[in-house]
């Protein structure tokens, strides 16, 4: 079972990012995906939130208007375009998979999800 995280990397302020998931050894579309970050010096932040099928998409406050989550269950690929990249977007973020119900609940911890990426890090500064 793999979820590894790509497209992390240094941005400007205002810039976009696009992360990918990509997942394997699992049954990826019976999943809810969710994005989960955790800035330098602070615990884990739910980010945004997928249904299996992608029929539903949910948003933390903070990011909501600005990134856009979906997924591709032909690819088994996981997706978070960031838009008005903020610094305190700064950040390593992970994918993970497990029930719906962390999905729209927007749960952050570990032990919450069955499967959980190794993190790609996002850093906005000029």
């Known amino acids: 079972v793999q979820l590894a995280e790509s497209g992390g990397g240094l941005v400007q302020p205002g810039g976009s990012l696009r992360l990918s998931c990509a997942a394997s050894?699992?049954?990826?579309?019976?999943?809810?995906m969710s994005w989960i970050r955790q800035a330098p010096g602070k615990g884990l932040e739910w980010v945004s939130g997928i249904y299996s099928d992608g029929r539903r998409t949910y948003y933390a406050d903070s990011v909501k208007g600005r990134f856009t989550i979906s997924r591709d269950n032909t690819k088994n690929t996981l997706y978070l375009q960031m838009n008005s990249l903020k610094p305190e977007d700064t950040a390593v973020y992970y994918c993970?998979?497990?029930?719906?119900?962390?999905?729209?609940?927007?749960?952050?911890?570990?032990?919450?999800?069955?499967?959980w990426g190794q993190g790609t890090q996002v850093t906005v500064s000029s």
């Open positions: 050894g699992f049954t990826f579309s019976a999943y809810g």
């Open positions: 993970a998979a497990g029930d719906e119900v962390a999905v729209v609940y927007g749960f952050a911890a570990a032990n919450e999800y069955n499967y």
